[in-house]
């Protein structure tokens, strides 16, 4: 009933709203457009991931190169901001999807593009309450704005789940972590990311809250000074694993100043997913459970 009447309102909302439309990308850049676009291409895995949550397997026409997730993605062709004018412009997108680091890297490619009608966004929320403003960008710019509010309602549902659960175990008996960004730095997440919220709601407490960000990311420097300074509270080790870091728990235990770490001692040292962590989709709640499976076992 709830979603009934939800979905209900929302109708009347968006039959009382005039038809065209404008957004400013996570870029800077203002794009009005009147109707749906129908043939995207992504290049982030996110955005991938995010427009088949939207229903929109028909409309993806191209996905960036490693994806891995949904197993939908991986039959559809391979792009890559590398290729070129000529091979974009070959499979007629009306829409591409990028990241503000492609933004600056390939500013020239995504100039031409323009040239020839193509329209370019670049969306990378930072935060959770990011996210839903990007979810509901990507419902706008794809005609699934009440899918796209359904998602946040979905996610908004799962993380109360996960409070409850939590409510069980009181503050001062949840374990100490440090939530490893970059093995080869020292580093972890900042303040108000997306892996220190899913740590917060998995229950854990995040011995480096003193971090700060590195040139504006979600990274934050930490160093094995300040770690080691706290290494009698760090009852779990935890590291993200992927792309970003290419780490085993082997290399976390065997390095030199480990035997210092409360965690490696008592070996509660883990890896979870990168994409379960850091990504700005629905799957964070799978990471919630995962990382609260390890916390709490």
């Known amino acids: 009933m709830k979603r009934l009447l939800f979905t209900f309102a929302f109708i009347l909302l968006l039959c009382s709203t ?3 439309r404008t957004i400013t990308d ?7 457009f009147d109707k749906p676009f129908t043939r995207i291409i992504s290049l982030y895995g996110a955005h991938t991931e995010n427009l088949f949550s939207l229903g929109l397997d028909e409309q993806i026409i191209g996905v960036s190169t490693g994806e891995d997730y949904p197993a939908a ?3 559809k062709p391979a792009f890559n901001a590398r290729d070129g004018v000529e091979k974009f412009l070959a499979a007629k997108p009306d829409l591409i999807l990028i990241r ?9 490619l995504w100039a031409a593009l323009a040239r020839h009608g193509v329209t370019v966004v670049s969306l990378q929320p930072d935060s959770i ?5 990007y979810w509901r960008t990507l419902g706008a710019l794809t005609g699934r704005q009440m899918k796209a509010e359904y998602m946040v309602e979905d996610f908004r549902d799962g993380v109360r789940r996960a409070e409850d659960r939590l409510s069980t175990i009181p503050v001062e008996e949840r374990p100490g972590v440090f939530f490893e960004s970059i093995h080869s730095k020292t580093a972890t997440f900042s303040p108000g990311s997306m892996p220190l919220f899913v740590l917060e709601k998995a229950g854990g407490i995040n011995v480096a809250a003193d971090a700060r960000p590195r040139h504006g990311t979600n990274i934050a420097d930490y160093g094995l000074e300040r770690l080691l300074g706290k290494g009698d509270k760090v009852d779990v080790y935890l590291a993200q694993r992927g792309t970003m870091n290419d780490v085993s728990v082997s290399d976390i235990v065997n390095s030199p100043p480990a035997s210092r770490l409360k965690a490696v001692l008592t070996r509660n040292v883990f890896l979870v997913d990168e994409h379960l962590v850091s990504r700005p989709t629905l799957r964070l709640l799978e ?7 390890l916390l709490h076992p």
């Open 287 to 293: 990471g919630i459970d995962t990382v609260y499976q």
């Open 100 to 108: 503000p680091m492609h933004m600056r890297a390939y500013a020239g």
């Open 18 to 20: 005039a038809q065209a």
């Open 73 to 75: 993605a991986l039959a």
């Open 26 to 32: 996570d870029s800077g850049r203002t794009i009005t």
């Open 129 to 133: 309450e990011a996210m839903f403003g």
